[in-house]
């Protein structure tokens, strides 16, 4: 009897902050984010939960993320922020029918996976 | 009640746009009768963060320059308005269109943000440079 | 790092001071290499409170008026220097004295605690009005 | 046998608030501590521990009731700001020598019954 074990790991880059993310710091984002694209990773989940403000030039990084996962095969889950304003926002421009959202880390790993 | 103006003058740079906002916060946490407040101040915050951005962006770009800024809480109807004024370039806000809210775009949402969450948002060229107004009603 | 200074000008009234403290927070939330920045931070926003309550109530008094404020982080040394102007009334800080703290006192904190908090607090009185000017080292 | 029982009731009034207490906000939080010495009130706690700034014309009223209250026969009590820069203000103004200063409300209470 021969048998074969294959370990599949699927690895998801988690991201969190509590900072604004707008125009002022989105590139610092931006340049992380590229980071971790760069050393192979398209699983992301970004959990902005604690994220008290968020922009359009913060939107804009997201965007530019969730196509470079998508060209890799991978995706972006969001985690809702818990601020009401800034989910408010998300369903305005329609990002929550883009994105994959979820409303805990826990939730967007097990999304991540699917 | 209505309010005397704060007047508030900033460098065109993102790193200080938050302080435009954190006048904003601080001014509107002493008013009485707002209707949702924590749900006005950000849409209100959002809205300038969009329009301060784009001037820093875009009207001067590489150029530095100020940024000036009146806000004001005034009575009947209960409101908010904001004035930034900037000395770079003009531009046509009617040219912007709405992006198409079902394709994902990874810019073009500052005007339409503006715009959505604001009950009034006017441009004019003036001599002494372009300024923006932006009205927010605090009671309803 | 030097920046160019952030202005702002204010109705001479109690319910405006908290949006010079939410500048001076902003303003030093994306500043670097600050010790203690959070004490740091709220140390200056006190002492800007207490001279800019003064201005309201001892300066103006009854009469209505404006603060004209400007603030600026500098470097070598590394410094955050506040300038507040008004028109109101004129005065020796000199003449006042340091309260007893062995006793308690109803007021007479304020000139005390600004002096504590800052490394250097000047007044003058010029053409254009009475300006404070406060100085706080931020890598010390 | 004659049995006398008297019931001895402390009333403690716990004072709270989660505003920065200035220049501003003090004439309120003044008129709010007046009209419960002119009810009667003499023992109070006050809970600064979710105040993220006060200043000195907060200061003043702190005292103008702790005069009050001591001659009435009753006291004030504070609970430390949780605030570190706070804490220190209440140190450099030697305040935490006047007042008697308490880590939490529950101590507070003990403290104004003895
Ligand atoms: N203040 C301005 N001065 C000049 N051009 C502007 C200004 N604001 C916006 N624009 C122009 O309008 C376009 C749309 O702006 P916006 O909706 O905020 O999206 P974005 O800034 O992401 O492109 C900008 O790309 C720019 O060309
Ligand atoms: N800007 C000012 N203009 C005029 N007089 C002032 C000013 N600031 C302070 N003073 C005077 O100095 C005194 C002490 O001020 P301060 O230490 O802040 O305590 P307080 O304001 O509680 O009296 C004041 O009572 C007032 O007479």
């Known amino acids: 009897m021969e048998i074969t074990v294959h370990n599949h790991i699927v690895q998801i880059a988690v991201v969190t902050t509590d900072s604004r993310i707008d125009a002022f710091s989105a590139p610092k984002l931006r340049e992380r984010l590229d980071a971790l694209v760069a050393g192979g990773a398209n699983r ?15 939107m804009a990084v997201l965007v530019s993320l969730l196509k470079k996962a998508r060209v890799a095969d991978g995706e972006v889950v969001l985690v809702w922020p818990n601020e009401e304003a800034a989910r408010r926002i998300l369903r305005l421009t329609k990002f929550d029918r883009v994105f994959p ?3 805990d880390v826990e939730s967007a790993l097990i999304a991540s996976t699917r | 009640m209505s309010y005397a103006p704060v007047e508030l003058s900033i460098p065109a740079e993102h790193r200080y746009l938050n302080i435009i906002a954190a006048c904003i916060g601080d001014l509107l946490a002493r008013e009485e009768g707002l209707v949702e407040p924590a749900i006005t101040t950000y849409n209100i915050q959002l809205a300038v963060q969009e329009i301060s951005a ?10 530095s320059g100020r940024i ?3 806000m004001q809480v005034l009575c009947q109807p209960h409101r908010m308005v904001i004035q930034l004024l900037d000395t770079g370039v ?4 009617a040219s912007v269109a709405t992006p198409d809210l079902d394709e994902i775009h990874e810019g ?3 005007l339409f943000l503006a715009r959505s969450l604001l009950d009034d948002l006017s441009y004019n060229t003036r001599p002494d440079g372009n300024i923006w107004r932006l009205t927010k009603r605090l009671d309803v």
């Open chain 1, 101 to 103: 959202m979820a409303d």
């Open chain 2, 68 to 70: 000036a800024i009146t």
């Open chain 2, 108 to 110: 073009g949402y500052g």
């Open chain 1, 44 to 58: 992301f989940v970004i959990d902005l939960s604690a994220v008290p403000f968020i922009d359009s030039a913060g």
């Open chain 2, 54 to 63: 784009n001037i820093v962006d875009h009207a001067y770009g590489a150029a």
């Open chain 2, 90 to 93: 003009a531009f046509n806000p």
